[in-house]
């Protein structure tokens, strides 16, 4: 069965609706019935901070911690019930003309192997 890798994030302000659309996601993603359909097996990895995740996916002076989470079912199960975003947010700009960080978020794609 192929394998495919999803990435969630959430960039730029808070809206309504942000957590509900990521638990659908995980949640399709896993669904076994469209699995076994599809005849493929997708994993779901949660970018915390936004675009700052995918720029320092490894933590930085302000979260020394990884940005980086496989999410569940079994995690995302109540998001639906909070406002605001679970993955969290920032106002990082990876295209910003004066410290453009695009090949950052590109070559961090690359080594979280994600497909989509």
Not at 86 to 98: E, H
Request: proline content about 4%; aromatic content about 8%; hydrophobic content about 30%.
């Amino acid at each position: 069965m192929e394998k495919k890798r999803i990435g969630v994030l959430t960039g730029g302000g808070d809206c309504a609706g942000l957590n509900p659309a990521i638990k659908w996601v995980v949640k399709t993603a896993l669904d076994d019935r469209l699995r076994t359909s599809r005849k493929i097996q997708y994993e779901v990895t949660g970018i915390r901070d936004g675009w700052k995740g995918l720029v320092h996916p490894q933590g930085d002076a302000d979260f020394p911690f990884t940005r980086i989470s496989l999410l569940t079912e079994e995690m995302v199960r109540t998001w639906d019930r909070y406002g605001g975003t679970m993955l969290g947010t920032s106002r990082t700009n990876p295209y910003d003309p004066k410290k453009d960080r695009s090949r950052d978020v590109l070559k961090n794609i690359e080594k979280l192997q994600l497909d989509y």
